[in-house]
């Protein structure tokens, strides 16, 4: 069974401009328009997930909107290749 929704909270699941648009203030207006969208529906608050290593700019869009770093997540990763055995063996 899913986890009931949590309408109090908003999430932004993606935020995206090409690379040729940046700088030119369309990631802020898109965030504003998704915060104030948010606000209306009644959430208290919005939350979303950013790479912290990220070379866009994407924090200092986020501080410039009002948000602030509340949580830090690692997240540990392994490429696995074909016909390599990565079980462990007693």
Request: charged share 25%.
């Amino acid at each position: 069974m899913a986890p009931a929704l949590n309408r109090s909270r908003g999430v932004v699941a993606s935020l995206a401009v090409r690379p040729a648009w940046r700088h030119r203030g369309l990631g802020l207006a898109l965030l504003q328009n998704a915060l104030g969208e948010f606000h209306r529906r009644g959430c208290g608050s919005v939350e979303l997930l950013v790479d912290g290593d990220s070379l866009t700019g994407a924090l200092r869009l986020y501080e410039r909107a009002g948000m602030r770093a509340f949580r830090t997540q690692l997240i540990y990763e392994k490429g696995l290749r074909a016909g390599v055995d990565i079980t462990t063996r007693a």
